[in-house]
């Protein structure tokens, strides 16, 4: 069934530096993908999404490209802050046909100033 | 006003009690989702409904059951808590675009504690 596998947290780094979390997919066809995140004491809400095969999404410095080649949507930041520090998810493909589609545990992100 | 809304925030009761959580959209969406979320499992799918007459489980539904009144309406009912469900609880709601999910939009959230 679909699925995705995103990297293990918890990452911690120090302000500026460069992120990336990688995330890879399996799906038939060729779904959305979504990255989410989570801030403390809130839920989800969308970062970013790609719509088709090498699309760019973008949002608050966050990129991420859907490359059908490699299956993978990872998430990069050029520069991190302070207030990027969260619980970044990457979305599981659709759910139709698949009852155990699960968002995972993420990967905790903190930014040291 | 927010979009999806949860009721209530937070929660505590005893084991053996019922229990109904309660989620609000006004974002017209025909997709409602609830989750549940606890460290070091993340975020799991308890039931999922794509309109008011079908209703699926999700990864983990046993112990939980659903009412969808409306459109607007989804509830999460525990009909005999256990401790074991304490946990922290989304509703979610989606489009269905093109044939495939679309973004989806989560609520606050509810904490709840089962002594």
């Known amino acids: 069934g679909d699925s995705v596998t995103q990297m293990e947290g918890p990452v911690t780094l120090s302000e500026e530096a460069f992120l990336t979390i990688n995330c890879t997919y399996t799906?038939?066809?060729?779904?959305?993908l979504f990255w989410y995140v989570q801030y403390p004491g809130e839920g989800l809400q969308l970062l970013l999404k790609?719509?088709?095969?090498?699309d760019k999404g973008s949002n608050k410095g966050f990129e991420a490209t859907y490359r059908k080649e490699t299956t993978s949507f990872h998430l990069e930041k050029g520069s991190v802050q302070v207030s990027d520090s969260a619980v970044y998810f990457c979305?599981?493909?659709?759910?139709?046909?698949?009852?155990?589609?699960?968002f995972g545990t993420g990967t905790r992100l903190t930014i040291i100033p | 006003d927010a979009d999806v809304t949860q009721t209530p925030r937070n929660r505590i009761t005893k084991t053996g009690k019922r229990i109904m959580l309660e989620c609000s959209q006004t974002?017209?969406?025909?997709?409602m989702y609830w989750y549940r979320q606890d460290p070091g499992l993340g975020l799991r799918l308890i039931y999922y409904?794509?309109?008011?007459?079908?209703?699926n489980k999700g990864e983990i539904s046993d112990g939980y059951s659903v009412s969808r009144q409306a459109q607007a309406k989804f509830s999460l009912s525990l009909e005999s808590a256990i401790p074991n469900q304490t946990a922290l609880y989304f509703c979610?709601?989606?489009?269905?675009?093109?044939?495939?999910?679309?973004?989806?939009?989560f609520g606050p959230g509810t904490r709840l504690t089962v002594l």
């Open positions: 979610a709601t989606s489009e269905w675009t093109s044939g495939h999910t679309d973004t989806q939009y």
């Open positions: 799906a038939t066809g060729y779904p959305s």
């Open positions: 790609a719509t088709k095969a090498d």
């Open positions: 979305a599981p493909p659709d759910l139709f046909g698949n009852e155990k589609l699960t």
């Open positions: 974002k017209g969406h025909d997709r």
């Open positions: 409904s794509f309109d008011v007459k079908d209703i």
